[in-house]
């Protein structure tokens, strides 16, 4: 015979009080089984547009292991992730926040930002887009320009940043490495650029590809008057950075598992109709084939640019 489901429910009560008893605790067990589930108010219904969401922001998800931890904790470990040590992009804020002495540095050139010169349309006008892209990063274009000390040793660092128009080199980023090289000239200190950029910026079109003549012109001043030019390339560096200022460091660098390339890898496979080789354009293969002089991890990122810069003052 089947118990009822009734007989089932008495029966757990009672195991319930039982165990209670036993520990001691029947009072307490009591009370708070009378009390936990009171509802004082009746009639409580929320509106769908006053329910609360969690808040945005407070984790992140790692796209290499899926490791989920707090923006707090990624922030402690330099953006890398504890579980995989995979580099998270970061933007030119945090580099320069990481790099320079207390945080503390100037910012040049500022006042540059880009113009829709030839009233380019696609999915909507440039400079709608333009606009909106300065809204949303609240950053003055795809790079930013600042010079600040690494321990004692003046530095110059121009930094891309990703979300803005994906990196992608125009008008302004190359006007904006120019000045950068005529300030270091001026004042004899290094320069370095930290790269991340899907490449040429589509909507300047003629103007885009001008700023690698322009910009390797000026690096070439940089090294006829000895002053050292360091070329760091993370996550991803491709396209008309690396056909230019990327490649023609003094000292060539990158960090761990960095994508780097001029096409991307599925379309060298498609244009070669073959394979390509394990770890194709990553950091370490580009390091083994000598194309970088060393790959830097996040943590060691600053000792190893002011063991650099040391070298190159005496």
């Not at 113009?115 to 003055?140: Q, S, W």
């Not at 194309?291 to 990122?301: E, Q």
Request: overall charge negative; proline content about 4%; aromatic content about 10%.
């Amino acid at each position: 015979m089947i118990p009822s489901p009734s007989l089932k429910i008495n029966t757990m009560r009672h195991e319930e009080d039982f165990d209670a008893s036993l520990s001691g605790d029947d009072v307490l067990y009591h009370a708070e089984k009378s009390s936990w589930f009171k509802r004082k108010k009746q009639g409580i219904l929320t509106d769908t547009k006053d329910k609360k969401d969690a808040p945005e922001g407070l984790w992140a998800k790692c796209p290499n292991c899926n490791h989920i931890c707090t923006i707090n904790d990624l922030d402690e470990n330099l953006f890398v992730c504890p579980q995989c040590d995979h580099h998270h992009r970061i933007g030119s804020n945090e580099y320069f926040e990481m790099l320079f002495e207390q945080g503390s540095y100037t910012e040049l050139f500022a006042n540059i930002k880009s113009k829709d010169m030839l009233g380019f349309v696609d999915l909507k006008p440039y400079n709608k887009r333009l606009e909106e892209t300065y809204a949303k990063t609240e950053i003055h274009d795809s790079i930013t320009v600042a010079h600040g000390k690494i321990e004692t040793l003046d530095l110059v660092i121009a930094c891309m940043d990703f979300e803005f128009i994906g990196g992608s080199l125009g008008s302004v980023m190359g006007e904006k490495i120019s000045r950068a090289c005529d300030y270091c000239l001026e004042k004899k200190i290094p320069f370095m650029i930290i790269n991340k950029s899907g490449g040429a910026r589509m909507m300047e079109s003629a103007f885009s590809l001008m700023q690698l003549a322009k910009t390797s012109g000026k690096l070439t001043q940089l090294s006829d008057a000895g002053i050292p030019y360091l070329s760091m390339c993370t996550d991803p560096t491709f396209g008309g950075t690396t056909a230019s200022f990327a490649m023609l460091g003094d000292v060539i660098f990158a960090e761990p598992d960095a994508l780097i390339g001029f096409a991307g890898p599925r379309v060298i496979k498609e244009t070669i109709k073959k394979d390509l080789p394990p770890g194709f354009q990553r950091s370490e293969f580009l390091l083994e084939h000598g194309f970088l002089d060393f790959i830097v991890h996040r943590k060691n990122l600053k000792s190893k640019l002011a063991e650099i810069l040391t070298l190159f003052k005496h």
